[in-house]
């Protein structure tokens, strides 16, 4: 018995089968990015409080802090961070008269390490390397002086994804490899920063 379909029915029928196919595996990969699973890009902003540690905490208050950070997943595994970071931090030390401030901005970049199977909501711990400017603000009678210092960011957070928004809660706490800007003030200027802060965000 000879066919009823015509060659070019045929034809037709593979070439929408092939376009039907490829329009699945393209909507798939499509809802692989947003999920966060590859080629994940988010942009996010920051904001918290944080604080000194160490002989240094004895000299601060606690102050607001900021950023905006751009985050590329190329893994659901891993993940890379660079980013602007700024705090103002009260100055209380009872030699001074009045009470000056302590206004940092700076820069890094971080490396994230996060479990492969989860997306939506993914946990993450995180270190990297940067550098900011301490901007002493205020009447410090020589005791303070404005100084740049390179840093260690240790971070741990969780962040959740969900279409084109991610948010997130994580905490930093950044090892200072300098603190020139208390060298005159006191003898122990062993310290870090520690800071808190929820994340706000879009995905690409």
């Known amino acids: 018995m000879r066919s009823s379909m015509h060659p ?8 929408a089968l092939a376009f039907a196919t ?17 080629g994940d890009l988010n942009v996010f902003l920051r904001g918290g409080v944080g604080d000194y540690t160490g002989g240094l905490g004895d000299l601060t208050s606690t102050g607001p802090a900021w950023g905006v ?21 009260g100055l209380t030390d009872s ?11 700076g820069g890094s970049a971080l490396v994230k390490v996060s479990p492969p199977f989860l997306t939506t909501v993914r946990p993450f711990v995180g270190a990297g390397l940067g550098v900011s400017h301490m901007n002493v603000r205020g009447p410090v009678e020589d005791l303070y002086q404005s100084d740049t210092m390179p ?8 962040e959740f994804n969900r ?3 991610t948010a997130g809660i ?8 300098s603190e020139g800007w208390a060298d005159r003030a006191v003898e122990d200027t062993h310290g870090g920063l520690l ?9 690409f």
């Open 69 to 89: 950070t751009l985050n590329i997943q190329p893994t659901t595994f891993l993940g890379f961070e660079v980013g602007y970071e700024g705090s103002r931090n």
């Open 95 to 105: 030699r001074l008269l009045e009470q000056p401030s302590l206004v940092r901005q």
């Open 22 to 38: 490829l329009g699945t595996a393209g909507s798939a990969a499509a809802q692989e990015r947003r999920d966060g699973k590859r």
């Open 195 to 203: 800071d808190a802060s929820l994340t706000l965000g879009a995905r």
């Open 151 to 158: 840093e260690v960011p240790l971070a741990a957070g969780v």
């Open 163 to 165: 279409g084109a928004l």
């Open 8 to 15: 070019r029915g045929t034809r037709a029928a593979t070439l």
């Open 170 to 177: 994580r905490t930093t706490y950044r090892v200072l490899l």
